[in-house]
């Protein structure tokens, strides 16, 4: 056989019985081993069985959960039972927050979907399982705060251990938000301004619909997670400082907030298809009340112009020359009297 065929061959073997090994290192995203001090050293997969931590340092593995290798690490090597496992793989989650026996949290957060050609509200979720020196996060489609979060810590700038790396995650996520909210917001205020400043203006019922669909999507998961938030700012875990507390507190009053602006955008879409639906209704009312008025006015004319047109006899000036003028005539004079009447009672002011 040839040495290229040998090799070749042999390589396939290896890849057939370290098939795990081959998968983790693409299914791993990043592994990094906090120091303690702001900074972090990226270790590889192989590494994780025979790592050791310092009592200052924290492990943070960060896992693409499509991936078969991360179901199975987690499930035959991270050491969490199956209840967690299983609930850090499930398809479908919402904002919670569960604890573990011996001090552990299982955290399911929402960020907001910055990938290309996807809707921002379509957000992402962020699976964590967190205890005092491990944090193990889970994600299915890219997430910016992850990537600016290793840019901190690679710039010895980021969190020194796994409390402060779930506040930074949360910190990051909660930021984005504000930024889409703050977009809707820019968008619901130049529609008002258009339409203040054209008064016959028609609303952008496909914009204000989409506004609404985004602020009622992204009011879906916020609301559980400002919850989660001022739960672990009730946890008291032993291994959270003690100005942790203040920071999961002010997530909690700044994701309140975010909810307040929501309902106020649902709001304010609310009173602008309200205002536009009040105008046309008056725009109708003063058409019909012109047609009603006008009908007003050739009502008797009609009735006189009926009864000389029966063709019976006896018709006063069926014979005379000037019948026609005398009858035109005498409907103009009835004609000025109804207008000087509505005139009067004011039927013509709209």
Not at 103 to 114: A, E, K, T, V, Y
């Amino acid at each position: 056989m040839p040495i290229t065929t040998a090799l070749l061959s042999r390589r396939k073997r290896c890849r057939c019985r370290n098939n795990v090994v081959f998968e983790q290192d693409a299914a791993l995203l990043h592994a990094f081993v906090l120091d303690g001090q702001g900074g972090a050293r990226s270790i590889a997969s192989g590494e994780l069985e025979q790592l050791r931590l310092a009592e200052r340092e924290s492990l943070w593995l960060h896992w693409d959960r499509s991936g078969a290798s991360a179901r199975h690490w987690l499930r035959e090597r991270s050491g969490l039972d199956e209840f967690s496992c299983d609930l850090l793989l499930e398809d479908n989650t919402r904002p919670r927050l569960l604890p573990l026996p011996g001090n552990r949290l299982l955290l399911f957060l929402r960020g907001i979907n910055l990938n290309p050609g996807a809707d921002p509200e379509d957000m992402v979720s962020l699976r964590i399982f967190a205890d005092a020196q491990r944090v193990i996060s889970l994600r299915l489609r890219p997430l910016l705060a992850t990537e600016a979060l290793i840019a901190d810590l690679q710039a010895g700038r980021g969190p020194k251990n796994a409390a402060e790396l779930l506040l930074d995650l949360a910190n990051r996520l909660t930021e984005r938000v504000g930024d889409l909210i703050a977009e809707l917001g820019e968008q619901l205020d130049q529609e008002e301004d258009r339409l203040e400043a054209d008064e016959r203006g028609k609303a952008d019922h496909g914009l204000m619909l989409q506004v609404r669909r985004r602020a009622a999507s992204l009011r879906r998961f916020l609301a559980p997670q400002r919850d989660l938030y001022a739960q672990l700012a009730r946890s008291g875990q032993p291994w959270f400082a003690a100005e942790d507390v203040g920071y999961w507190n002010e997530l909690d009053n700044r994701l309140t907030r975010y909810l307040e602006e929501l309902e106020m955008i649902r709001e304010r879409i609310s009173l602008v298809l309200e205002a536009e639906r009040q105008r046309l209704a008056e725009r109708m009312n003063r058409i019909m009340y012109r047609f009603t008025v006008i009908s007003g006015l050739f009502l008797p004319l009609t009735f006189i112009t009926g009864l000389l047109g029966v063709n019976l006899g006896g018709i006063p000036g069926a014979e005379s020359p000037l019948g026609f003028y005398i009858a035109c005539g005498l409907m103009g004079l009835l004609a000025l009297g109804q207008l000087l009447f509505f005139w009067r009672w004011r039927w013509f002011e709209v």
